[in-house]
């Protein structure tokens, strides 16, 4: 473990004793998302997946590759918002220009965590169009990576409002291709169609369920079985004992709290 990680906190860290929050529990799911995905480029967007792709590589995941937000891969861990070459223990492992991660992407060497404005229940997100495409009532991003992401490597999804509006029963306009979309486009889509879990500030889940169907893995603790129904739009396969999003172990919270994000960046994303 890098000395980056041994440190004391700079900031207003938390106590080591204060309750586990729910954005605690969403980074630990995080981490766990990218346990044992070895030598592999770690890509999430967002504050929570942030932090539990620096979480997975201290812990479930050495081997991950982290970038510095531009071309650089670096080792050891930085603060959240922070900058990592200003990092002591931070080391420059290697460099990426924009025109070789193409080819890592195309070899399945990346595992991205994207942000989706809508999922339906086969993992079809949506990140271009809300309403008719030809006619739209809100413009987004346009598909972006998302059609390659999706096909070539490992992806995964974080959604920090878990509600109606972002699980839907018909995406609008299909960006990230789901399990039916890729049987339906044949053996080119589904030779490396990876969709690994979703984690929301309600829940797990996975594409275990019937038919490559969305199956719920666990509830955070104080999320109750009819919350997560009555926020959830599409159908997901619900198994006849769903457990608890697991506890944070001493050291993942000590991690978190004074060496990845002493500040609480993630109650801004995750309320407390």
Not at 79 to 101: K, L, M, N, Y
Request: negative net charge.
């Amino acid at each position: 473990m890098s000395s980056a990680a041994t440190e004391q906190p700079t900031g207003s860290a938390t106590t080591a004793d204060a309750p586990v929050t729910r954005a605690e529990y969403c980074a630990v799911a995080v981490a766990d998302t990218f346990a044992g995905d070895g030598e592999s480029i770690a890509s999430a967007f967002g504050t929570i997946p942030a932090i539990g792709v620096r979480l997975a590589r201290l812990t479930v995941a050495p081997d991950l590759l982290l970038t510095d937000g531009e071309a650089h891969f670096v080792s050891g861990s930085w603060e959240i918002g922070a900058d990592p070459h200003a990092t002591e223990g931070v080391v420059i492992e290697g460099w990426s220009p924009f025109r070789t991660i193409f080819d890592l992407v195309w070899h399945g060497k990346r595992h991205v965590m994207m942000i989706p404005v809508q999922i339906d229940g086969h993992g079809n997100t949506n990140i271009s169009a809300i309403g008719d495409y030809a006619r739209p009532k809100v413009q987004l991003l346009g598909v972006r990576g998302a059609p390659g992401n999706s096909i070539y490597h490992p992806t995964s999804y974080w959604i920090a409002n878990h509600s109606t509006r972002s699980f839907v029963r018909t995406v609008d306009m299909v960006s990230g291709v789901g399990t039916d979309s890729a049987r339906a486009a044949g053996p080119a889509a589904t030779a490396h169609h990876d969709l690994r879990r979703v984690v929301t500030n309600l829940a797990v889940l996975d594409f275990g369920g019937p038919d490559g169907t969305m199956r719920l893995l666990s509830l955070h603790p104080g999320v109750t079985l009819e919350e997560f129904r009555a926020a959830t739009g599409c159908a997901v396969h619900v198994e006849d004992e769903v457990p608890a999003t697991r506890e944070p172990s001493a050291e993942e919270l000590r991690l978190i709290r004074e060496v990845i994000d002493p500040r609480s960046l993630r109650d801004r994303e995750i309320p407390a």
